[in-house]
C-alpha cells in the first residue's frame, strides 16, 4: 500500500506565477506557505520587481545592502529575485516571529535579527546606522517602521519602499510619493 507523506511542501513557482497570485488566493493559503512565498498580491510583487529593478542599476559591484521588515517568505523573495542580477546582494532582515527567524536563517545567507516586542521591532537596537542603501518595509508596523527608518539607511542614493495596503497614508507623509498603487517609496 502506497502512502503519500505531505511535509507541507508546496509546487515550486517560478517568479511569474507569483507575480500572478491574487489576494483571493493568498487568503486560502496554509500559513506554511508564507515561508516560501511572499505574503502579497502579484500586483504588489510586480511593482515591487519594478522598483528594485530601475535602482539595482545605480548600485555598484558589492554596494547592494538591504534591510527587510517582512515575513521569512517575503525575505527568502527577495533574496532570490536579488541574486538574479546582483550575485554579492548583502540581505538583512527583522522579523517578528521565531519560526520565521529559523526559516530564514535555514533558507538564504542573511543577517535575521528576531524582535518579538513592538518597540524592538520598529527600531533594532543592533542595526547599523547609516548602512543600508536599500530599504523594504513589507512587515507588520510598516508606519512605526518607517518613522525611524532615517537611522538606518544612507544619506544618499538610497530606495525606501513601503508595500502598504492603504496607499492614501503615503500621501500623508511628507517626502514620499505614491506610485499609483500599493508600493510607494521616497523622493
Request: proline content about 7%; aromatic content about 12%; hydrophobic content about 35%.
Amino acid at each position: 500500500m502506497d502512502s503519500v507523506i505531505n511535509l507541507g511542501q508546496f509546487p515550486r513557482r517560478t517568479f511569474e506565477d507569483i507575480r500572478l497570485q491574487t489576494q483571493r488566493g493568498l487568503d486560502s493559503c496554509d500559513p506554511s506557505y508564507f515561508f516560501h512565498y511572499p505574503s502579497h498580491p502579484g500586483n504588489v510583487i510586480r511593482q515591487l520587481h519594478t522598483q528594485l529593478a530601475g535602482f539595482s542599476r545605480f548600485v555598484t559591484p558589492g554596494g547592494f545592502r538591504c534591510l527587510v521588515w517582512g515575513r521569512a517568505g517575503d525575505a527568502v523573495h527577495l533574496h532570490k529575485y536579488f541574486s538574479q542580477f546582483l550575485s554579492d546582494a548583502e540581505v538583512h532582515v527583522v522579523v517578528s516571529d521565531e519560526e520565521d527567524l529559523r526559516w530564514v536563517e535555514a533558507q538564504i545567507p542573511a543577517t535575521v535579527w528576531l524582535e518579538s516586542t513592538p518597540d524592538h521591532y520598529c527600531s533594532p537596537p543592533y542595526i547599523p546606522a547609516e548602512y543600508f542603501n536599500c530599504v523594504i518595509i513589507m512587515g507588520d508596523s510598516r508606519r512605526e517602521c518607517l518613522d525611524g527608518v532615517d537611522h538606518y539607511r544612507t544619506k544618499e542614493n538610497c530606495c525606501l519602499l513601503v508595500v502598504d495596503e492603504e496607499p492614501p497614508f503615503c500621501d500623508l507623509q511628507k517626502g514620499y510619493y505614491c506610485l499609483g498603487g500599493p508600493v510607494w517609496r521616497s523622493i
